[in-house]
């Protein structure tokens, strides 16, 4: 009998233990630089629409070239003038859209997500034109 009764106490206690790790992730896992972190980390790691589109929606104007780099990786650059000036006509129809323009200077660095690569603007290391709430564009072109 007694062994019986260490048993039960062994399994209360596995039990007890994992039912506190998995509150402490959860807690973690709820807060939004955590839940940023990972997603970066598997957008880096294993690609995929979800984990990039998290990110991109929790990125704001005026953040550092580094900490996109470091939530999505180095990104692919693109100094293509064909695409600049078909960026500059597209913004100077749309100011709403991108209000900051795009100057020769500009860092426009690509991130491949599912079939189409989507660019960031960055003006001295600061993210600019970035619009988080095109979401509903973004979800459709990533299909």
Wanted: aromatic fraction near 12%.
């Amino acid at each position: 009998m007694p062994d019986d009764i260490q048993k039960r106490g062994g399994r209360r206690g596995i039990l007890l233990c994992s039912v506190i790790i998995l509150f402490v992730l959860a807690i973690g896992f709820a807060f939004p630089p955590r839940r940023l972190a990972f997603n970066g980390w598997r957008f880096r790691h294993y690609g995929g629409k979800h984990a990039f589109l998290y990110v991109y929606q929790s990125l704001q104007n005026g953040e550092s070239i580094e900490k996109v780099q470091a939530l999505l990786g180095p990104g692919h650059p693109n100094d293509d003038p064909q695409y600049r000036s078909l960026c500059a006509k597209v913004y100077a129809a749309n100011p709403a859209s991108a209000p900051s323009g795009i100057i020769e200077s500009d860092v426009l660095l690509g991130y491949s997500a599912a079939r189409t690569t989507i660019y960031f603007q960055f003006r001295d290391d600061k993210l600019i034109n970035h619009t988080p709430t095109d979401m509903p564009f973004m979800e459709s072109s990533l299909q």
